[in-house]
């Protein structure tokens, strides 16, 4: 059954992934050119160990190695993603390992605690790096001096 949802907050999000055994999200490029970056329910349900269908698209391929955590699809093709889907349900074998290197990716790319290390690693290299000082004439340092 596939059944469309609608907006929903973050643990709705997380309830209705756990009743799921695929999850499906393509997007398109806006009509303005906007492409989105990796998709916050995507990884909420790689992390949850769902295989997934998505598109090639922005950042999602950053995040869904085709053929490995899930399948990525051309954006608007509807026949790419039926093809993906039916190969998922004639083969649900393939769904626990998916999930697995899913899940395995999310935690491995996007753990919070992670990039903040990451973030703050980046930030105390610029405070250390020895950025070479403009050399000033002598009467210029003189007159900071004796300010």
Partial sequence: MVKLHGWKNQKEIIEILDVCHIFIAPSVTGVDGNQDAPVNTLKEAMAMGLPVISTFHGGIPELVEDGKSGFLVPEKDADAIASKLTYLLEHPETWKQMGKIGRSRVEEKYDMNKLNDELVEVYQKVVD???PQPK????????????
Avoid at 137 to 146: F, G, M, S
């Fill in 129 to 131: 790096s020895q950025l």
């Fill in 136 to 147: 000033l004439p002598e009467e210029t340092l003189a007159l900071v001096v004796n300010n």
